[in-house]
Nanobody, 128 residues
């Protein structure tokens, strides 16, 4: 059973950078289509970026395209999200979760099982 733990969040000034990590503490990321999601206060959780099961294709929401980079290290069983040029509107709790294949094929990142509990996530706060 896949168990994911997100970390690496923090407080950063606008224009700063952070790298989030998502460790599969049980199970494996190999052959798993997976992505990052975020939920800001008062808003629904939204897809940020996702990566194909082969690791060769990626998707990004329009709001982060060109600023965020998703990657994974299968040997470390870890998914990453490198975030640069952070903006106050990036403030949210970030989660990692497996994604839906059909949505990925259509260019978007949607949780495979929206009812699943993927933990507390990691808080990212962008503020001066």
């Amino acid at each position: 059973q896949l168990h994911l733990v997100a970390s690496g969040g923090g407080l950063v000034q606008p224009g700063g950078s952070l790298r989030l990590s998502c460790l599969a503490s049980s199970g494996t990321l190999n052959n798993i289509q997976i992505g990052w999601f975020r939920q800001a206060p008062g808003k629904e959780r939204a897809g940020v970026s996702c990566i194909s099961s082969s690791g060769t294709r990626t998707r990004y929401s329009d709001s982060v395209k060109g600023r965020f980079t998703i990657s994974r290290d299968i040997t470390k069983n870890t998914l990453y999200l490198q975030m640069t040029n952070l903006k106050p509107e990036d403030t949210a709790v970030y989660y990692c979760a497996p994604t839906d294949s059909l949505s990925f094929a259509r260019g978007t990142c949607v949780e495979k099982d929206p009812s699943a509990d993927w933990g507390q996530g990691t808080q990212v706060t962008v503020s001066a």
